[in-house]
């Protein structure tokens, strides 16, 4: 099975923005709906947002308002704008999708 590969963390201040990214190296998410999880230290994985194949979202309360997905199926990637991050939104970022193995996800760091 195909890893997953998220990239774009990093470290930014509150009231700042990030896009995070997921792709599937050599393979295509085809008609699989991308979700995506974030898990904080000492806390349980947390659901943020799911995209379906025809572009439909959702989104958990916690992200609703400030969080956007998108995805470009010809480049097999699916983004994660963040927008107004806040410090609890600092976790490691992944997304999974049926019939690949999950990544090592992306670090978010949000400075108060």
């Known amino acids: 099975q195909v890893h997953l590969v998220e990239s774009g963390g990093g470290l930014v201040q509150a009231g700042g923005s990030l896009r995070v990214s997921c792709a599937a190296p050599?393979?295509?998410?085809?008609?699989?709906?991308v979700d995506w999880y974030r898990q904080a230290p000492g806390k349980r994985n947390e659901w943020i947002a799911t995209?379906?194949?025809?572009?439909?979202?959702i989104y958990a309360d916690s992200v609703k308002g400030r969080f956007t997905l998108s995805r470009d199926d010809a480049k097999s990637a699916v983004f994660l704008q963040m927008n107004s991050l806040k410090p609890e939104d600092t976790a490691n970022y992944y997304c999974?999708?049926?019939?690949?193995?999950r990544g090592q996800g992306t670090q978010v760091t949000v400075s108060s």
């Open positions: 999974k999708a049926f019939g690949f193995q």
């Open positions: 050599g393979s295509t998410f085809g008609d699989n709906a």
């Open positions: 995209i379906s194949r025809a572009g439909t979202t």
